[in-house]
């Protein structure tokens, strides 16, 4: 229970300050991702079973976050409604494929510290910080593409119509 009810209030706090424009979502993800890896290093080096289970509760916590924080940016990233429906197959395919992988990864013969483990959890999540990170330089640039195309249209549609009403004045 204290696992799932600190991923929810810091899903809510997270989701409060997406909202309130104070972090970007891309951004917040990575942070999530960070805390977690912390967390995961300290559960390789502490053998103190209060500290294990509280850092092993946050780094639950972070990782239940992270699927609807980038939900509304996975959907802005794909364009169109093929590409749409693709990210999101993709996405669920690799949220069943942390089911599949996850009991193989934590076996008992690795208890009970489970330092292979944890270090196994860190190693996916460095690769899921490398995905987060490329995919939010990606989109960033699109965005930035498409912002300077529409500008440059507004430019050339207020260029035409000043120059329609200096046609007019003829």
Known sequence: MPTYAFGCACLVLIGWLIHTK???????????ELVACVCYIIL????????????????VGCSISIYPILWPERIRA???TT???LAIGITNAAAQLSGIVGPKVYLAEYGPMYRVSFAASIGVLASAIASIGATWWIVRKRDIADRNAASGTQAGAVSLASSESDVAKV
Do not use: K, N, P, Q
Not at 26 to 31: F, G, L, P, R, V
Not at 44 to 59: E, H, N, Q
């Open 44 to 59: 390789i080096t502490v053998r103190t079973a209060i500290v294990r289970y509280i850092f092993l509760t946050i780094a």
């Open 78 to 80: 794909a364009r169109g």
């Open 83 to 85: 590409a749409t429906g």
């Open 22 to 32: 104070r972090i970007v979502s891309w951004a917040a993800a990575i942070t999530l």
